[in-house]
């Protein structure tokens, strides 16, 4: 149990601090819509895909590192509440069209990614 605490608090610390690293340098570049977010839940997407492909596929690989990589630095890396946030500001702000489709984007661009990424590492059948 130790282990596994410490391999999630670790690796959702340094997936926390690239979500907050990707905002501070993507964020001023489109004021419109943050691509920090948008980046780190697509980006998470894709690793995740690729990380659910490698440890399916290599089945001895230690339960910490399963824990420190998707639960932990995924987890920490991606976010659904900034993402809310985002979105409902929009909305607020009277922004319809803006927050239909950021929110498309994210859910597009996250399921897309995830799936490239079984592809990446050749899992894509491994709940057939």
């Known amino acids: ?17 690239l979500r907050w690293l990707l905002g501070l340098v993507l964020n001023p570049l489109f004021l419109a819509m943050p691509l920090g977010t948008l980046v780190a839940n697509v980006l998470g ?21 399963k824990l420190f990589v998707i639960t932990g630095f995924l987890g920490g890396l991606t976010t659904f509440s900034t993402f809310s946030a985002e979105v409902v500001e929009r909305l607020l702000a009277g922004q319809p069209g803006l927050a239909i489709g950021l929110a498309s984007l994210h859910l597009v661009g996250s399921l897309g990614a995830t799936y490239l990424g079984l592809l990446t590492v050749g899992a894509t059948k491994i709940w057939a």
Do not use: D, E, Q, T
């Open 1 to 17: 149990m130790v282990p596994g605490f410490i391999a999630v608090g670790c690796g959702a610390a340094l997936g926390a601090w």
């Open 45 to 65: 997407g894709y690793l995740v895909g690729i990380a659910v492909g490698v440890f399916h596929l290599n089945s001895g690989l230690p339960v910490a590192l």
